[in-house]
């Protein structure tokens, strides 16, 4: 959960810090390891399956959260706090924990005046100068740019949309005449 905090806090804007990854992501990947370690045991390739197994599910179910792969190695390996709980580790401590920690993030973003969840569909803030005109760029033109990258970055369509907007701004707004109006 640690991890998962880090995330919530410091880079709240990112698809991995929402709530469905953050509950979902540690729950799923926790089940999936103490799965894995019932059926497999609890060596060090099952903790390789077990936490393979969770990307993939994480993957599938849209609540990819990097710190699920700790979820999923925990209820590999067991111990002291996942023996006991047995099945249902993945329920209490871990999604319990999840929901809690949710909790206190939507608490604390509210409270400090910083939306989270993250919204779905930015709106640019409202500025003195006219927006520029959108670019018109396609949703394919943004993949075939991204699958030419080669890279995975950390930002969803819409905000990529606004970034670019808000860059388009600024240049005409600082250098007036370089684009047009």
């Known amino acids: ?13 990112s698809p991995m810090a929402q709530p ?3 509950i979902g992501g540690n729950s799923l990947s926790a089940l999936a390891g103490f799965a894995v370690g019932q059926a497999l045991g609890h060596g060090a390739l099952t903790c390789g399956i077990g936490v393979g197994l969770a990307i993939g599910v994480m993957s599938l179910t849209r609540s990819l959260h990097p710190p699920g792969g700790a979820a999923a190695l925990t209820g590999v390996i067991g111990g002291g706090l996942v023996d006991p709980a047995g099945w249902w580790f993945p329920v209490a401590p871990v999604a319990l924990d999840a929901v809690l920690l949710v909790g206190v993030g939507l608490l604390f973003h509210r409270l400090s005046g910083h939306p989270y969840p993250h919204p779905a569909h930015p709106q ?4 003195e100068a006219p927006a520029p005109a959108p670019l018109d760029v396609s ?3 943004l993949d075939a740019v991204l699958a030419r990258i080669g890279e ?11 970034l670019l907007a808000e860059l388009e701004l600024q240049v005409q707004s600082s250098r007036p005449g370089l684009l047009p109006s």
């Open 139 to 141: 949703d394919a033109d």
């Open 152 to 162: 995975t970055f950390d930002i969803d369509r819409e905000d990529l949309r606004l």
């Open 1 to 13: 959960m640690g991890a998962s905090a880090v995330l919530l806090f410091a880079v709240p804007a």
């Open 124 to 127: 640019p803030p409202d500025h």
């Open 20 to 22: 469905w990854p953050i």
